[in-house]
């Protein structure tokens, strides 16, 4: 028989791999947890129609949220009994601000390799070198229900909510669109030029001076790594 796999979050560093140590095991596998997704939708009013032309705006953050179950009483439940603390705050200090990033850290809540939709697949969660649900901790909801004779937190369910994190590099990968006629976006790696750019996205590296014209490049050689700039269809 198969051993059941433990859920767990993984603290990532600035490039989204795992930080030794950074791993932190829940005690007890959640028994639901429940994914949020929507989009924003407008409403633009024409005079004289019964109802408003929809138009989609943006897509917005994938959301998880899950309820984690906590004990300590195997220690017992006596003057010595250990608090149920010394294992939640472990998942508290994950939406407090790392003070090397100035923000909470990036993490992969992972379960096993079938537990969320799209595993295998070419799915938003799954990177590189995992699957799971890369996110920042949105929030995190401690309620204790059991204590010792003297107060000592016992038991403790964590109700965390997760909100879906992807770069802007990422997100532009991961969609991509496959209209030609439309304007695309290119995050300017280092050492990347304008010319190796176009030949890439026109298969002409001539075209260069469309990229800079369209997005008003004074000085083609001097396009600092992480512009977003926009690829617009040739005429």
């Given at each position: 028989?198969k051993t059941?796999?433990k859920a767990?979050?993984q ?5 989204f791999?795992?930080?030794?140590g950074?791993?932190?095991?829940v005690?007890f ?5 429940t994914l949020?997704?929507s989009?924003?939708i407008?409403?633009?009013a024409?005079?004289?129609?019964d ?8 897509g ?6 899950v309820d984690?179950f906590?004990d ?6 006596g003057?010595?009994a250990?608090s149920?603390?010394a294992t ?5 200090e994950l ?7 100035h923000a909470?850290?990036?993490c992969?809540f992972?379960?096993?390799d ?6 295998g ?10 699957s799971?649900?890369?996110?920042l901790v949105?929030s995190?909801r401690?309620r204790?229900t ?8 016992l038991?403790a369910?964590?109700s ?6 992807k770069?802007?590099?990422?997100q532009?990968?991961e969609?991509?669109y ?8 290119h995050?300017v790696e280092?050492?990347e030029t304008l ?6 996205a026109y ?5 260069w001076r ?6 008003h490049v004074?000085?083609p050689?001097?396009?600092?790594p992480g512009?977003?700039?926009?690829l617009?269809p040739?005429?």
């Open positions: 028989m059941p796999q767990k979050f603290r990532l560093d600035r490039n791999h795992a930080v030794e950074g791993e932190i095991e005690q596998n959640p028994t639901e947890f949020n997704k989009a924003q407008a409403e633009v024409i005079p004289g129609l109802k408003p032309i929809l138009q989609f705006v943006r917005q953050s994938e959301t998880l949220s984690l906590f300590s009483t195997e220690g017992g439940m003057e010595q250990q149920v603390t939640t705050d472990k998942f508290y939406i407090k601000i790392d003070p090397d990033t909470p850290p990036v992969n992972q379960w096993s079938s537990a969320f939709p799209g595993s697949m070419d799915h938003p969660w799954n990177t590189q070198d995992r799971g649900f890369q996110c949105e995190v401690q204790y059991l204590f010792s004779s003297t107060g000592v937190p038991r369910t964590l965390v909510t997760l909100r879906e994190y770069t802007l590099e990422q532009i990968q969609i991509g496959h209209s030609a006629d439309h304007t695309r976006t995050v280092r050492g010319s190796r750019i176009a030949e890439q298969d002409d590296p001539a075209q469309v990229i800079a014209e369209h997005n004074l000085d050689l001097e396009v600092e512009t977003v700039l926009e617009p040739l005429l």
